[in-house]
């Protein structure tokens, strides 16, 4: 099984920032599509982000309620995937979860929590207000 992680999740107040990253143990994310998602307290889990670096095109995707505020990237050795979330609001309060995916491009299978095949055990985000 190969083991996803999480961190740096914490309380923040209502328009602060915090960087969420996600690391796989013996794995080269620039081979693999990385999602976000998250499960707010009585909600359906949503698809929050998702990367392919090894895409020709670099491509992301970013759920409709977030864009403009988080952003996606992959650091240069493949190492890590992050999520940088900026100008948080309480509605953004989950717990936030690290998905990996076997099959590739981002584009292709977007947040579509099905295609992904290895999962992190979350990471609180609280946003006060």
């Known amino acids: 099984q190969v083991q996803v992680a999480e961190s740096g999740g914490g309380l923040v107040q209502s328009g602060g920032s915090l960087r969420l990253s996600c690391a796989a143990s013996?794995?080269?994310?620039?081979?693999?599509?990385i999602g976000w998602f998250r499960q707010a307290p009585g909600k359906e889990r949503e698809g929050v982000s998702c990367i392919t670096q090894e895409d020709g095109d670099g491509s992301t995707h970013y759920a409709e309620s977030v864009k403009g505020r988080f952003t996606i990237s992959g650091d240069n050795a493949g190492n890590s995937v992050y999520l940088q979330m900026n100008n948080l609001k309480p509605e953004d309060t989950a717990v936030y979860y690290c998905a990996m995916s076997a099959l590739t491009y981002c584009s292709l299978i977007g947040v579509r929590e099905h295609e992904y095949d290895y999962w992190g055990q979350g990471t609180q985000v609280t946003v006060s207000s």
């Open positions: 013996g794995h080269n994310f620039k081979y693999y599509t």
